[in-house]
Every structure is written in C-alpha cells, then in structure tokens.
C-alpha cells in the first residue's frame, strides 16, 4: 500500500523519529476510539495520511500535518517490521 505524504525533505527527522510518530499514532488512535469508532492499522494510515493532506476534520488535540507526515514517512520506513 502506497500512501501521498509530502516528500522526506519537507519532514524534519525529529517529527519522523519514532518518539514523535509514537506520540502522534497515539493521539490519533485515542481520538478515534474515544469517538466510539473502531480502527484497523489500513484506516489509521488512511486518517494520518488524512491530516497530512490537510483534513483538520475531528483533529486530535496536538496532531498537525507534519506530524501525520512524519508518522506516515516513519511507518513506510519499517517496511512490515512491526
């Protein structure tokens, strides 16, 4: 699965570190369950991948744009390794 997240230039390494896409899955996926909705790992990616393009729709407090980005760059980085 391929997902449209700005380019790895445009997102500095500390916003893609995996403390900063931890923190940011985070509070997407607490945000989420907290609305009653229920989430599978392709509809997290799809929401990240949401915000990155700009979605402030139902915004976890503290989420922004680079931050989706860079979870989405740190996701694609472990290749399945999870």
Known sequence: MTMD??????????ISSPDMAAFTIGRVVIATLAAGHPL??????????Q??????????????????SGAL???ASLDGKL
Do not use: C, H, W
Request: proline fraction near 7%.
């Open 5 to 14: 997240f700005p380019p790895s230039e445009k997102v500095s390494d500390y």
């Open 40 to 49: 599978k790992a392709a509809e997290l990616r799809t929401r990240l991948a």
């Open 51 to 68: 915000i990155a393009k700009g979605d402030t729709q139902d915004l976890p407090a503290g989420v922004n744009a680079e931050m989706a």
């Open 73 to 75: 760059r740190y996701l």
